[in-house]
T-cell receptor, first 110, second 113 residues
Framework: LAKTTQPISMDSYEGQEVNITCSHN???????ITWYQQFPSQGPRFIIQ???TKVTNEVASLFIPADRKSSTLSLPRVSLSDTAVYYC???????????FGTGTRLTVIP | NAGVTQTPKFQVLKTGQSMTLQCAQD?????MYWYRQDPGMGLRLIYY???????DKGEVPNGYNVSRLNKREFSLRLESAAPSQTSVYFC????????????FGNGTRLTVT
């Protein structure tokens, strides 16, 4: 199970682009990088998943360099409603124990 | 389409009491999971069920039992509640293990006095 390291907290102003970086030095060949978002009093919600290079969906982009030892979640033009905890996970196919860690607490400031 | 439904939403128990947390999913997912989340901490896996008919221990299984009743339902039982089990409990499901995204319920907030 590859361990991940991400900042404990970040602040950003509304309308800015936010980049949250996650380190996963021991990622294995078959592992995927997955990000979840959690609002207070709710369960985590899947945001995006990728294996290499760049993945984009309607919510975020995920950038993964060639060595895959880190990844960056990019949230374009954040709003107050993006205030949440963001978790980076490295997951292997067939794995059962998904390690969530403490995540990054993003606070968007008006 | 309700996704993952957990009952109850809130529960207060006295030390030594027992209770069962219920979880049901309507997405025809094979795998189901129980996590606990303590204040300011990440989620820790209690038990999981990779497929109907199988269950396995996660990171923190002591004091808990589970039952995969059928493909839809996965329950978590506390036989003799302890204050250390005060937490928010989340049930999740995924199409398969590993890379499939997890879909979470909204949690059960349990307090043991």
């Amino acid at each position: 199970l590859a361990k991940t390291t991400q900042p404990i907290s970040m602040d950003s102003y509304e309308g800015q682009e936010v980049n949250i970086t996650c380190s996963h030095n021991n990622i294995a060949t078959n592992d995927y990088i997955t990000w979840y978002q959690q609002f207070p009093s709710q369960g985590p919600r899947f945001i995006i998943q990728g294996y290499k290079t760049k993945v984009t969906n309607e919510v975020a982009s995920l950038f993964i360099p060639a060595d895959r030892k880190s990844s960056t979640l990019s949230l374009p033009r954040v709003s107050l409603s993006d205030t949440a905890v963001y978790y980076c996970l490295v997951v292997g196919a067939g794995a059962n124990n998904l390690f969530f860690g403490t995540g990054t607490r993003l606070t968007v400031i008006p | 389409n309700a996704g993952v439904t957990q009952t109850p939403k809130f529960q207060v128990l006295k030390t030594g009491q027992s209770m069962t947390l219920q979880c049901a999913q309507d997405m025809n997912h094979n795998s189901m999971y129980w996590y606990r989340q303590d204040p300011g901490m990440g989620l820790r896996l209690i038990y999981y069920s990779a497929s109907e008919g199988t269950t396995d221990k996660g990171e923190v299984p002591n004091g808990y039992n589970v039952s995969r009743l059928n493909k839809r339902e996965f329950s978590l039982r506390l036989e003799s509640a302890a204050p250390s089990q005060t937490s928010v409990y989340f049930c999740a499901s995924s199409a398969d293990r590993g890379g499939s995204p997890l879909h979470f319920g909204n949690g059960t907030r349990l307090t043991v006095t």
